[in-house]
């Protein structure tokens, strides 16, 4: 399959910091990626759908000044979570669009689990 | 917009044996349904998928089928094996402006394969 990584793979940082968390497709290009928080036990819930050289749109609920994504290039999403604070701290996991048309596929990065102390 | 179940919560089997998690979905237009494997503490695996244009689709021991008319989908797993545990995710494509469908998940399956 298709390989996305994420970076870093954990994190730990002071309430009231930033993180970034990038996001890369290694070997197919990606216009569209997603990102997606997990909490422990819990299914995957989509936060934003980042898109090539526009801004993401957010579902509902997420707040978009916090968290700052940036879809940079074909291979990159970036995601910042602003002003970190401890009901922050979870599994966050990328993912990228392979193909296209009524052929595409969505894969997953490996996730970052960021702690907000 | 789409809302996807999915059942049982938990499943314990013996290895050898199949299993059998069941989703259903309510968005009538939806056309993708890929399932996912997720180990602890990492990234969900694509297995397989399905498109609403086919009915079945099987890759070694592992099977999905579909009922568009009945907005439900399985996944079957024959001759389990202890590296099997895990949990599995079933996901329905929602209709997206952008051009590709976003991906409704759902609660998960935690499968338990026992030696």
């Known amino acids: 399959g298709a390989v996305v990584s994420q970076h870093p793979s954990w994190v730990i940082c002071k309430s009231g910091t930033s993180v970034k968390i990038e996001c890369r497709s290694l070997?197919?290009?990606?216009?569209?990626m997603f990102w997606y928080r997990q909490f422990p036990k819990q299914s995957l819930m989509l936060m934003a759908t980042s898109n090539e050289g526009s801004k993401a749109t957010y579902e509902q609920g997420v707040e978009k000044d916090k968290f700052l994504i940036n879809h940079a290039s074909l291979t990159l999403s970036t995601l910042t979570v602003t002003s970190a604070h401890p009901e922050d701290s979870s599994f966050y996991i990328c993912s990228a669009i392979r193909g296209g048309g009524s052929a595409y596929e969505q894969y997953f990065g490996p996730g970052t689990r960021l702690t907000v102390t | 917009g789409e809302n996807v179940e999915q059942h049982p919560s938990t499943l314990s089997v013996q290895e050898g044996d199949s299993a059998v998690i069941k989703c259903t979905y309510s968005d009538s237009a939806s056309n993708y349904f890929p399932w996912y494997k997720q180990e602890l503490g990492k990234g969900p695996q694509l297995i397989i998928d399905i498109r609403s244009n086919v009915g079945e689709k099987k890759d070694q021991r592992i099977a999905v089928t579909l009922n568009k008319t009945a907005k439900h989908f399985s996944l079957h797993i024959t001759e389990t094996q202890p590296e099997d545990s895990a949990v599995y995710f079933c996901a329905a494509s929602s209709p997206f402006s952008g051009g590709y469908n976003k991906l409704i998940f759902g609660a998960g399956t935690r499968l338990a394969v026992h030696p």
């Open positions: 070997d197919f290009q990606a216009t569209t």
